[in-house]
């Protein structure tokens, strides 16, 4: 979500597991030029779960690049080591999140486990300026305290502006937060290339990571021999591309089980008029809101009124469980017909704290800096009648948003200007039930990358590299046969293969169908009604 900043949706999940690292001067790269005094090699931050050696570094930059008497600040990176003989062009990553460390087991375990294209060359991993391990770290401890002193019920909205607030002061008193976006990011990942001595390096940039390599594109392009862009976030400033995450992507989910079922003759004979039903409801839902009470872990319960808007937002977010998909039309259509309370049968469980891991400051100001910056009024009624059936969400997370960001006072960049021009040869790939990212800016951005291959990838959500969807297999075959020769052209030949989604027609047992199916889809609710409760932008029954 584009709201409060307290709410932070991880784009992957964590992974947690035994690691070790050896820690060493670097066998390749060395520092260049006038970059020896800026770059420092010594312990890496965390262990990484890998066999292979890493060598990890800070490199010194400046805060405010062009501003006399800026601060200097330090980005971290590690390099992961290939086994010998290793390329001469490593693979940097650009991780999203927004601001969640790459220097993190994830990377490791889901994204880079047993690549090809990491088998003979270095991987170089860099926590961007405000993320974990480098300095300073953007972070609001105070939001996980407010959590967990507001349990089960939630923060006020006042309560929740004074976290804000304070979080905001604090981090102002040792950054300046107009400095911690995509395009300073970018300018460190030059810097870094330069002084690690790397005459080129491929990137490859995940989710959030998208924007600043498109701005690494404009700035370093001599520097790149290749880009892979997987589910990339970009073209923020571009509202006639409908980057309204939490419009387009709904509205995406959902029509797309509409569209497919109603193409699937088993599925359209077995739920007839699935979605004629479901807009009904919500028609209903909203005229006479459902009470449902969220189960509390140790005992006791939460009342919840369920409008028809927050329940079409937690179908489509149901729908990001790309796992559950084949389940999804018989799902609906027993709530239809049965009764909604399923959805809600779940057990609120104590906050889990993320301050450790996300920058949630740095956050909040990219997304307030990057994409509110660049919305009025006029340009949410775009959003609100291309997608009539989410005008009042459109409206609503844009209140709240902007609430929020005229808290932080971090203006809009000025050096987004729309989408990046680039000859640099491209690999980019978009999932079909992406639920994450917009597939439709993915697609204008992939336009203006002029040597570039655009990927649709079915069946699948977001990430098509990573490994904890069990899709990667064809994907990471594309992306292998492309960095060994970014000139040649792309067999993407497999992607016709891989199977795109089918309905089934009978759910399991009722017990079994909450473990099969719901497991995902309660995290989702659960984070919608606590993002109701504690913010302004929310559109809960009142």
């Known amino acids: 979500m584009l709201g409060r900043g307290r709410r932070l949706t991880a784009t992957f999940v964590l992974i947690a597991g035994a690691a070790f690292a050896a820690q060493s001067v670097p066998a390749t790269a060395s520092p260049s030029g006038g970059a ?6 010594g312990a890496c931050p965390i262990p990484l779960p890998t066999p292979r050696h890493v060598d990890c570094g800070k490199l010194r930059v400046p805060e405010a690049r062009g501003e006399p008497g800026t601060r200097t600040i330090r980005v971290e990176f590690a390099i992961v080591r290939a ?3 290793a390329r001469p062009d490593p693979i940097v990553f650009v991780m999203g999140g927004p601001s969640y460390p790459a220097i993190d087991p994830f990377s490791m375990l889901a994204y880079f486990d047993h690549t ?30 407010l959590d967990a002193a507001t349990w089960p019920e939630g923060a006020t ?14 981090l102002s008193r040792t950054a300046d937060l107009r400095h911690y976006g995509s395009v300073d990011t970018a300018l460190d990942l030059r810097d ?3 002084a690690l001595g790397y005459p080129q390096w491929n990137v490859m940039a995940f989710s959030a990571g998208g924007e600043p390599a498109f701005q690494y594109l404009r700035i370093d392009p001599a520097g790149i021999r290749a880009i892979v862009l997987d589910a990339p976030i970009t073209g923020l400033s571009r ?17 797309q089980l509409f569209r497919q079922c109603a193409a699937q003759p088993s599925c359209a004979h077995t739920f ?3 979605k004629n039903r479901f807009w009904q409801e919500v028609d209903a839902l909203n005229a006479h809101p459902h009470l449902v009470r969220l189960k509390v872990a140790g005992g006791g319960s939460i009342p919840l009124r369920v409008s028809g808007y927050f329940f079409q937002q937690d179908v489509a977010g149901m729908l990001g469980d790309t796992g559950g998909l084949p389940l999804a039309a018989a799902f609906l259509d027993d709530l239809l017909r049965n009764g909604i309370d399923p959805l809600y049968d779940f057990t609120i469980e104590r906050p889990f704290p993320i301050a450790g891991v996300f920058a949630e400051g740095r956050t909040i100001a990219y997304r307030c800096r990057e994409f509110w910056a660049f919305q009025n009024r006029q340009t949410i009624g775009m959003a609100e009648a291309r997608y009539p059936r989410w005008a009042r969400v459109a409206l609503a997370e844009f209140r709240g948003a902007h609430h ?11 050096a987004l200007t729309g989408f990046v021009d680039s000859a640099v040869p491209a690999l980019v790939f978009d999932g079909e039930w992406d639920p994450a990212v917009p597939n439709t800016a993915i697609a204008a951005a992939a336009r203006h990358l002029h040597d570039s291959t655009f990927v649709q990838v079915p069946a699948i959500g977001h990430g098509s590299l990573a490994s904890y969807g069990g899709w990667q297999a064809c994907p990471r075959s594309v992306a292998a046969a492309f960095l060994r020769d970014p000139t040649a052209p792309v067999d993407t030949s497999c992607v016709a293969h891989m199977p795109h989604v089918v309905f089934q027609t009978s759910l399991p047992s009722a017990g079994d169908r909450m473990a099969a199916y719901l497991r995902g889809v309660h995290r989702r609710v659960l984070d919608r009604w606590r993002h109701a409760v504690t913010g302004p932008g929310s559109v809960p029954s009142r």
């Open 272 to 274: 007839p008029n699935l």
């Open 83 to 85: 086994p010998a003989p």
């Open 404 to 414: 929020e960001c005229a808290v932080w006072k971090v203006g809009r960049d000025p």
């Open 36 to 41: 020896s005094d800026r770059l420092r090699f």
């Open 239 to 255: 509202p006639d591309v409908t980057p309204w995450w939490w419009v387009e992507v709904p509205s995406r989910l959902t029509g």
């Open 116 to 145: 090809p294209y990491t088998a003979h060359r270095d991987l170089i991993l860099v926590d961007l300026r405000g993320t974990r391990s480098s300095r300073p770290f953007l972070n609001c401890p105070g939001f996980d305290r």
């Open 157 to 170: 909205p006042a309560q929740a502006d004074a976290a804000e607030r304070a979080c905001r002061d604090h």
């Open 192 to 194: 870094l290339r330069q």
